[in-house]
C-alpha cells in the first residue's frame, strides 16, 4: 500500500512497509530526487533503522544477562506500520512492539513515523515512546534517504556536498561493518566534497563529530538541488555503491559497535536511554531548489 502528499511543488509517496519514502518528486523541474530502489545496487530508498543503527559484533547484544540477535539496522524497516492519521500536507504512520519484535528486542514500544509536506519542503519526524511500565528503555534511531545523483561514475563526480560548519570531516574506519577507533582526514574545499566513489571503498563514511546541521547536495557548476537539515542527531553517515546513481545522507542517533565492544546493550556507545512513558524525538527537513 502506497499513500501520497501533493502540493503545487512536490509529491511524496510513503509505503506502509517500514513507513518508508518511495518518491519525492520535484514538480516543477519534473525530477525525481529519491532512488528508485534499484535493487542491481541497493533495494531501498529511505529506510528507518531501529532499534540499532549498523551491525551489532557477532549480530548480537546482551541485556539483563540474555543474548539477543538482530539484524544489521535492526527490524522495523521490514515490518508494516500502521497509517494513523492523513491530511491534506501529513501522514502519521505507528510501530508497536509485538511478541516477534519482544523476541529480538525486550522493550515495549511506540515509533511514530510523521511526514509532513510544506510549500518544497518535506519533514519527517521519528518519535519514539518508552512503554515499557517502569524499565528504561535502550535504542539507536537512524534515517537513510538516498538522493539521486546520475548513473555513472562521471556524474557522480559532478555533484558536491557542502556543509555548513565542517572544514575538516573525520570519519571514523569501518572493519567488517563494525567501527574501529581509527580515522582518516578528509579536508573541504570551502566546506564542499566533491563526490566519488573512491571514497566509499571502504563503506560508509561515518561521522562521529560532525558540527554541520545542514548539508547543501550541488550538481552541476555548483547548483543547489536540496538542503538537508536534521535536529536531535548526534551522528551522520554518507554512503553510495560503486556505479550507482544516488548519495545516501543519513543522521543517525546511534552507530555500529566499536570492534571492542563487550555488547552490553546499555554500554553500547552512542545507545540512547529513554525512561517509561517519555517520548524522544529527531527530524530531518529535505528543502528542494525550485
Not at 514538480?27 to 528508485?36: I, M, P, Y
Not at 506500520?81 to 504512520?93: A, G, H, M, T, Y
Not at 511506540?110 to 515512546?129: D, Q, R
Not at 548513473?151 to 571514523?172: E, G, R
Request: with cysteine.
Amino acid at each position: 500500500m502506497i499513500y501520497y502528499l501533493e502540493n503545487q511543488n512536490l509529491k511524496i509517496a510513503v509505503a506502509l512497509k517500514g513507513a518508508e519514502s518511495k518518491s519525492v518528486f520535484n514538480k516543477v523541474s519534473q525530477q525525481e530526487l529519491l532512488w528508485q530502489a534499484d535493487p542491481e545496487f541497493w533495494g531501498k530508498s529511505s529506510p528507518v533503522l531501529f532499534p540499532i543503527v549498523g551491525t551489532l559484533k557477532y549480530g548480537k547484544y546482551i541485556y539483563q544477562g540474555k543474548e539477543y540477535h538482530l539484524p544489521r539496522h535492526g527490524f522495523a524497516r521490514d515490518y508494516d506500520f500502521k497509517l494513523e492519521e492523513v491530511k491534506e500536507s501529513q501522514l502519521i504512520f505507528s510501530l508497536e512492539a509485538t511478541a516477534e519484535t519482544l523476541a529480538l528486542y525486550p522493550f515495549l514500544f511506540k515509533l511514530l513515523i510523521i511526514y509532513k509536506l510544506t510549500a518544497n519542503s518535506l519533514k519527517v519526524t521519528y518519535k519514539v515512546e518508552n512503554l515499557s511500565g517502569d524499565e528504561t528503555m535502550f535504542f539507536s534511531l537512524g534515517a537513510h534517504p538516498a538522493f539521486n545523483v546520475g548513473s555513472n561514475a562521471d556524474d557522480f563526480s559532478s555533484y558536491t556536498l557542502q556543509f555548513n560548519k565542517d572544514v575538516t570531516l573525520n570519519p571514523n574506519i569501518l572493519q567488517g561493518g563494525l567501527l574501529t577507533t581509527d580515522k582518516n582526514s578528509i579536508s573541504l574545499n570551502n566546506k564542499k566534497l566533491q563526490l566519488n566513489y573512491e571514497m566509499f571503498e571502504n563503506d560508509a563514511l561515518v561521522l562521529l563529530d560532525i558540527k554541520s546541521d545542514k548539508i547543501t547536495l550541488l550538481g552541476n557548476d555548483d547548483e543547489p538541488i536540496l538542503n538537508f537539515e536534521f535536529e536531535n542527531f548526534p551522528y551522520f553517515g554518507i554512503w553510495t555503491v560503486k556505479d550507482s546513481g544516488f548519495v545516501c545522507l543519513e543522521p543517525w542517533a546511534g552507530v555500529a559497535d566499536f570492534e571492542d565492544h563487550n555488547q552490553q546493550l546499555t554500554d553500547k556507545f552512542g545507545i540512547n536511554m529513554l525512561q517509561p512513558n517519555e517520548i524522544w524525538s529527531a527530524s530531518f527537513t529535505v528543502t528542494v531548489a525550485l
